[in-house]
């Protein structure tokens, strides 16, 4: 349980000197809710159907020229830095509520790496959405059918990205797995998390040594659903 649900329960408790019931304090979880906007990390529910389809909260979109992230403590949406270069990421980019990079991720990295050493790295599980519309801003939710993922590897923390295409969009929602994706998109996708943390002088820091489809996306995202339980 987060600080904030830890906080209320208390709260709770201490007014009425019992304690309350599991659906009542759902309930007054739910009517707070619509007095007080959701923390995109912890208040936001990944949805019924995943990890099939997910809810997904979205920092940057392909025109930012910032990259934006949430502040972890706060739930706003902050600048983390300006793009020093040319990289555009080519996708809604954002993470799934509810998830965490920790013991059972790195776990998961080590069994398909066959190496030793991998730590999670400490965040939510990002998540590419590829849509053909053209998106205007980020610090929304949207939903998202997931397709594959990437195994990335930065620094030796696990880091996966998970690849997802926008619930009922015209043209990439017909697709279902990474597979059925056009090479091009894939490799763009790639050559940006390959990239994006690369400057002058310095050497590869980030690979991708896999890269998987929806069903191994899918234990990926139940991985992280059980650090997050452990953590949370």
């Known amino acids: 349980m987060n600080e904030r649900l830890r906080y209320f329960r208390t709260f709770i408790i201490a ?14 979880l739910k009517m707070a809710g619509l007095r007080f906007k959701a923390h995109p990390w912890h208040g936001i529910e990944i949805g ?21 992230e949430v502040d972890k403590p706060t739930g706003h949406l902050k600048v983390d ?17 509810k998830t965490y990079c920790k013991e059972e991720i790195a776990k998961f ?40 993922g990437f195994r990335m590897i930065d620094n030796n923390e696990a880091d996966d990205k998970i690849i997802a295409v926008l619930k009922q969009d015209e043209l990439y929602s ?10 091009s998109i894939v490799n763009r996708l790639g050559h940006y998390f390959l990239t994006y943390k690369q400057f002058p002088g310095t050497g590869q820091q980030v690979e991708i040594p896999h890269i998987y489809g929806r069903e191994e996306a899918y234990e990926v995202i139940a991985a992280s659903q059980r650090d997050y339980a452990a953590y949370f």
């Open 174 to 183: 017909q697709w279902n797995d990474i597979q059925e994706l056009p090479p």
């Open 109 to 148: 990295c080590m069994e398909k790496t066959a190496r030793t050493g991998i730590i999670g790295d400490g965040d939510p599980l990002d998540i590419c959405v590829l849509t053909e519309r053209d998106v205007t801003h980020g610090d929304i939710i949207v939903q998202a059918k997931i397709v594959g």
């Open 48 to 68: 019924a159907n995943a990890p099939e389809i997910v809810t997904a909260y979205i920092e940057i979109i392909p025109s930012d020229t910032v990259k934006y």
């Open 15 to 28: 007014c009425n000197h019992s304690i309350m019931d599991e659906s009542l304090f759902q309930e007054f």
């Open 81 to 97: 830095r300006p793009q020093k270069f040319s990289n555009i990421v080519p996708a809604l980019y954002g993470f799934i509520p």
